[in-house]
């Protein structure tokens, strides 16, 4: 590794790498604070900075100015595109170790970048909010815009949703050490936790805290018990620092939303994750209606397991005849011959692009310390390359999760041929990406002969895991955390009315499935998603994506092969409409009708089915 500057008299000290890492990170940078990092930076502050001046020294968007503010669009979306560079390189060097400062300190840098970028953004929304109609009508409609005209009707859409120019400004000069700081400091605190617990030959071994989600899936339930209990007295020594975190990026949620004169919390998720009001309550609607079809599983889970009901720490546990009861465990080598396999036998391209990310090394899998829990996709426009951070522990879910990401990735490159500004895909249609990929490996796996009969069990459990993840906990998360922002606004929210409020949407969303007195109070605390400053309610656009994926895949399964290009045309469109208008047009489907989700929903029944007939009587 090159040399990191160091603040006192100018000397240097080399830079040391912690720890190893799984994939590749030499495209986006030969070395970490190195000459060309640190020059690529420089010129990405010097670029923003004139790309302000520029829209400062024009006037309105009127026809005398349109070469003008189409040379500032290109301009944003360069900037654009080199943002998205680094904060790739960084979120995956500060992933993989959490408590390096270096790391930590380039964050803080990366966000001040990005609130410039916020700041030509806002700049931008008020230059196009404020145009004449018949002007911005036909500043969109020039050729040289294609492509972009989406984006910018959105950022005329949201001007009315500002606040002055220097409020704004401000807001996003406070949110570096605001909502983001808040972010950053959950992110240390989680990557840095460490608990013990008691293995299946009764050692105690101590684990970061990125392991316990694989751990919870643990065939034996005494292993589950003890990791689930004692990961939760790591997390009650942090609570108090958890509930400051939360509270402190609700509350700056809320106070802007107010200054903003916003119609209530959920407008900017709603705005953010491109769906309406009204297809989010006929959403909800059914997942109220149908939850039984989802607790059915569940029930049918516990008794394989022999209990009147699960406890929370058994919703990942293989269920005995099904899962991981003998203690199977899955090599990488044999994930990825699984997912590429599976995926590849009915999209081709698809099972290609998998081997090559293996090849090239953009997927960081190992258990490590020092790693943050959950995993992600995230990719640099600049390079047009990916990396998936995960933790893979050998299970078949962590075989899902694989598939999951690798369908990220793969929507990105999807998207290639589309310009900067048409590829800012909302997480709602980004979900249907992963989740689709996900439904081809599960599809591909059940329908392969090569594979055996146990994996192919293991298979079916972990679709059960997935229809109880993404119909009951996700829609769960929403749902506490729809309660949490109305307290909220009223005042602080205690650690004592979080747990309660966690375990009252427990109760609610899993019903008699889940043992009275075997919630998870802590789930508030543990779950990185609530402390995601950037998104706000990072839960519905999961719930949203799985059933567009059911809708996407139902039509595959009934069209084959021919069916993947209106696949990919819905994605290639996923950066340039909203979720009603991809429905509508690729599907013909009417997203504001609770006759659309309780199709998806009820269409995973037969997963219940199979499940039933599998499990002794």
């Not at 990961?231 to 975190?245: H, I, L, Y």
Request: hydrophobic share 45%; proline share 4%.
């Amino acid at each position: 590794m090159e040399q990191s500057s160091a603040p006192a008299h100018g000397a240097t000290f080399p830079f040391v790498q912690r720890h190893a890492m799984d994939w590749k990170l030499d495209d986006y940078f030969p070395d970490f604070d190195g000459s060309e990092y640190r020059t690529f930076k420089k010129l990405l502050g010097d670029a923003l900075a004139g790309l302000a001046e520029r829209i400062e020294a024009l006037e309105g968007v009127e026809p005398s100015s349109f070469a003008a503010w189409q040379a500032v669009i290109e301009g944003f979306e360069d900037v654009s595109r080199r943002i998205s560079h680094l904060s790739s390189y960084t979120s995956c060097l500060s992933a993989c170790d959490a408590a390096d400062e270096h790391y930590k300190r380039e964050e803080g840098a990366l966000a001040l970048l990005e609130s410039d970028l916020q700041k030509l953004d806002v700049a931008l929304a008020a230059a196009f909010g404020s145009a004449r109609q018949a002007h911005f009508d036909a500043f969109v409609a020039r050729d040289s815009v294609a492509g972009a005209a989406f984006a910018i009707r959105r950022w005329r859409e949201r001007a009315r949703r500002l606040m002055s120019m220097p409020e704004e400004t401000l807001a996003a000069e406070l949110e570096v050490d605001g909502l983001k700081a808040w972010s950053r400091l959950y992110d240390t605190v989680s990557g840095t936790l460490e608990f013990t617990y008691t293995r299946a030959d009764g050692m105690e071994e101590t684990v970061p805290m990125a392991r316990r989600r694989s751990l919870l899936s643990h065939p034996d339930r005494a292993v589950r018990a003890s990791v689930f209990a004692r990961g939760n007295v790591a997390w009650e020594r942090v609570a108090p620092v958890c509930a400051a975190a939360l509270n402190a990026i609700a509350g700056a949620r809320l106070t802007l939303c107010n200054r903003r004169r916003q119609s209530g919390f959920l407008e900017p998720a709603l705005f953010e994750h491109r769906i309406g009001a009204a297809s989010l309550e006929a959403l909800r609607g059914a997942l109220r209606e149908h939850a039984p079809v989802t607790r059915r599983m569940l029930r049918l889970k516990a008794r394989g397991l022999g209990l009147p009901a699960i406890a929370w720490y058994d919703l990942e546990a293989p269920t005995p005849g099904l899962g991981d009861g003998d203690g199977a465990r899955l090599d990488w080598p044999s994930a990825v011959e699984h997912v590429r396999r599976a995926i590849g036998g009915v999209y081709p391209a698809f099972g290609d692009f998998v081997q090559e990310m293996v090849d090239a090394r953009w997927i960081e899998h190992s258990p490590r310390r020092g790693k943050r829990p959950g995993a992600f996709c995230t990719g640099s426009a600049l390079i047009e390359q990916s990396r998936i951070f995960m933790t893979f522990d050998g299970t078949m879910g962590d075989v899902v999760t694989f598939a999951h990401e690798a369908g990220h990735a793969w929507h990105s490159r999807l998207l290639r041929a589309t310009r900067p500004l048409a590829r800012g895909y909302p997480m709602t249609l980004a979900e249907s990406a992963s989740t689709f990929a996900e439904m081809l490996f599960i599809d591909g796996v059940l329908n392969d002969p090569a594979v055996d009969v146990a994996s192919k069990r293991r298979i079916l459990d972990s679709q059960v895991r997935q229809a109880a993840g993404f119909l009951l906990d996700v829609p769960m998360r929403y749902e506490f955390e729809h309660r949490f922002h109305e307290e909220r606004s009223e005042g602080e929210v205690s650690a004592t009315r979080l747990r309660e409020l966690m375990v009252e949407a427990q109760r609610a969303l899993f019903g008699d499935a889940l043992e009275q007195g075997q919630e998870d109070p802590l789930f508030w605390a543990s779950k990185l998603h609530f402390y995601i400053a950037e998104v706000p309610f990072y839960n519905f656009p999961y719930t949203v994506g799985f059933l567009l994926s059911r809708a996407l895949f139902a039509r595959f399964k009934q069209e084959g092969a021919s069916f993947l290009p209106t696949f990919e045309t819905f994605l290639a469109r996923s950066g340039s409409a909203t979720c009603e208008e991809l429905a509508r047009d690729v599907l013909g489907a009417d997203l504001e009708s609770p006759a659309f989700w309780a199709s998806a929903i009820e269409s995973t029944a037969e997963i219940a089915d199979r499940m039933e007939a599998l499990l002794p009587a």
